[in-house]
Nanobody, 126 residues
Framework: QVQLVESGGGSVQAGGSLRLSCAAS????????MAWFRRAPGKEREVVAR?????????AESAKGRFTVSRSNTKNGRTLSLQINALQPGDAGIYSC??????????????????WGQGTQVTVTS
């Protein structure tokens, strides 16, 4: 069982920066795919970035350039961070962390991750 807890959301002025963190506990020694998703107001959930079991990251087109994912291992599990710079109003939404144990089928290319955090709200003020 994997548990994900996000933190770091808040209200930030446009142009500012924010760092979100996702603490993953459980499945520590298993290959884990992780990702950040965003649900903007009135829109469907969309992927922001994916991190595969080797820690390689792919970004959505809308996230390239201003979003940076980092991943680290801790004694209790893993941490997946999302640094957002030069925040824009369109970056607002609920950011959720997702995880999937890779049993050999590869990492999800859609939103079919087994584990999800509760989400953290990002608000961008102008």
């Amino acid at each position: 069982q994997v548990q994900l807890v996000e933190s770091g959301g808040g209200s930030v002025q446009a142009g500012g920066s924010l760092r979100l963190s996702c603490a993953a506990s459980g499945g520590t020694y298993l290959p884990m795919c992780m990702a950040w998703f965003r649900r903007a107001p009135g829109k469907e959930r969309e992927v922001v970035a994916r991190s595969d079991t080797e820690g390689r990251t792919t970004y959505a087109e809308s996230a390239k350039g201003r979003f940076t994912v980092s991943r680290s291992n801790t004694k209790n599990g893993r941490t997946l961070s999302l640094q957002i710079n030069a925040l824009q109003p369109g970056d607002a939404g609920i950011y959720s962390c997702a995880a999937q144990i890779n049993y050999g089928a590869g990492c999800p290319i859609d939103d079919r991750y087994s584990y999800w955090g509760q989400g953290t709200q990002v608000t961008v003020t102008s």
